[in-house]
């Protein structure tokens, strides 16, 4: 039988598990009514403002970190809220919902007062928007005017704005989105919790400096030879964003909505397992296009059926039980390197990182054959990771 996608998030029903992350990708309804047709489940749409909120953007706004000829490892970017203001957002809601009544319409809103927070709401709400994400967490737009991730590294400021929002939605649930610059989420999660509004969304982007330009030394991206901290998205943000949706999930009873650094749909299972109950994707997408939700589906799909789950929703959290602390884990729990001799193209690499990371576990025959010696290696994992071939694997020896 094949597995069921749809999942229930907030009380509301998603074909799929998988939604455009407020970014340039949703910043234009017809571009969204695009991605519906490709399969997307939902999109949250950029972050919107109110009219009278100047928003003045920079160019250019994007940097990246290339490994080894792989585009985009991690990319930056500084790229504030939407242009579009709200009587622009509004129609784009108004005409999705008419062309797309069974996919998921999300709208971002950041506001700096009080009744700016709650007209977004009105007019949204009263546009068909299914659902409101708010974001408290641009790690480098508006400081100044108490907006970004100024809310969202305050447990009261966020509590507080997020029950301005709660407080005005009548019909549909609101999300918050939280940023991953804080030194704990806990409370920050909790202050989300205690407002009454209705999940979380983890992470926005991750505050950083993707490089320096070493002939001009300007920082990148380089706005007439000036730059800033950016904020940081992409795959090398994955390991931070499933630390945060596991850590709310452990400790907060709350719906997530997990993002950060997802390509594939193994990422996305990932994200499934640690909690998350639906998964947004930006930096993918506006690398590879919205095609890719053809394979996030299939691999998504065969998965499930693989290991026998009738459906998303068994998946959900499994993983968190085996989440635990330093001193909880087994003493003695051994392994040892094994070399898979008919794969190994000789390269040496593994007899390179063990010799110089710490261990010299392995010996170089005269024909750059490697063997382990059991007695020195300690089983620590270094070599599999350096394998270009993954000849070497961990067995365990008690
Ligand atoms: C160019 C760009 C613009 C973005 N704009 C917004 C935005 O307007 N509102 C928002 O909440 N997040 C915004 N984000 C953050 C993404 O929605 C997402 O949280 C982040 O990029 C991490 O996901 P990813 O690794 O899949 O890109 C933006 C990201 C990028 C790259
Ligand atoms: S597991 Fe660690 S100690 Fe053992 S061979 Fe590999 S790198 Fe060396
Ligand atoms: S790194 Fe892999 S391919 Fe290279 S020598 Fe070691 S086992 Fe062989």
Redo the contacts with the bound molecule.
């Keep these: 039988m094949t597995p069921d996608l749809s999942v229930n998030f907030c009380g509301i029903k998603f074909p799929n598990p998988f939604i455009l992350a407020a970014a340039p990708t949703t910043d234009d309804g017809e571009v969204v009514a695009r991605a519906f047709e490709a399969g997307w489940a939902g999109a949250v749409l950029k972050t919107t403002s109110v009219e009278k909120e100047p928003v003045e953007l920079v160019y250019p706004q994007m940097g990246a970190i290339e490994v080894n000829g792989q585009k985009l490892i991690g990319m930056v970017n500084i790229d504030l809220i939407s242009k579009r203001h709200i009587d622009q957002v509004e129609k784009d809601v108004r005409n999705l919902k008419k062309a797309f009544p069974d996919k998921v319409v999300m709208a971002s809103i950041m506001g700096s007062r009080k009744e700016d927070w709650q007209e977004l709401v009105f007019r949204l709400e009263e546009a068909g928007v299914d659902m409101i994400e708010c974001s408290f967490s641009c790690p480098h737009g508006m400081p100044e005017r108490g907006m970004g991730s100024t809310i969202g590294q305050n447990p009261e400021l966020t509590e507080r704005t997020a029950r301005w929002v709660k407080e005005a939605a009548k019909r549909v649930p609101v999300m918050i989105k939280l940023t991953p610059n804080v030194t704990d989420i806990v409370p920050i999660a909790r202050a989300v919790k205690n407002s009454g509004a209705d999940a979380v969304c983890a992470i926005n982007t991750v505050l950083g400096l993707i490089g320096i330009d070493l002939d001009t030394f300007s920082p990148l991206p380089s706005v007439d030879g000036m730059g800033i901290y950016g904020g940081v998205s992409g795959p090398a943000i994955k390991p931070i964003a499933l630390h945060f949706v596991s850590k709310i999930a452990r400790n907060v009873d709350i719906p997530i909505s997990g993002v950060g650094g997802i390509s594939t749909w193994k990422d996305a299972v990932e994200f499934l397992l640690v909690g998350a109950r639906t998964v947004q994707l930006c930096t993918a997408p506006m690398h590879y296009g919205f095609r890719i939700i053809d394979d996030l589906i299939d691999g998504l799909s065969a998965y499930l059926e693989e290991k026998g789950f009738k459906g998303v929703e068994e998946i959900i959290g499994l993983s968190l039980p085996r989440l635990t602390s330093y001193e909880h884990l087994s003493r003695t729990h051994k392994v040892r390197s094994q070399?898979?001799?008919d794969?190994?193209?000789?390269?040496?690499?593994?007899?390179v990182?063990c010799r110089d990371g710490g261990h010299q576990a392995?010996l170089?025959r005269e024909d750059?054959?490697?063997v382990v010696d059991e007695e020195k290696c300690v089983g620590c994992a270094l070599?599999p990771q350096?394998?270009?071939?993954?000849?070497?694997s961990l067995k365990r020896i008690q």
């Excluded at 794969?343 to 007899?351: H, V």
């Excluded at 350096?386 to 070497?392: F, K, L, R």
Aim: aromatic fraction near 4%.
């Design positions: 070399i898979d001799l794969s190994c193209i000789k390269c040496g690499l593994c007899y990182s392995i170089l750059r054959t490697p070599c350096v394998c270009p071939v993954g000849a070497i």
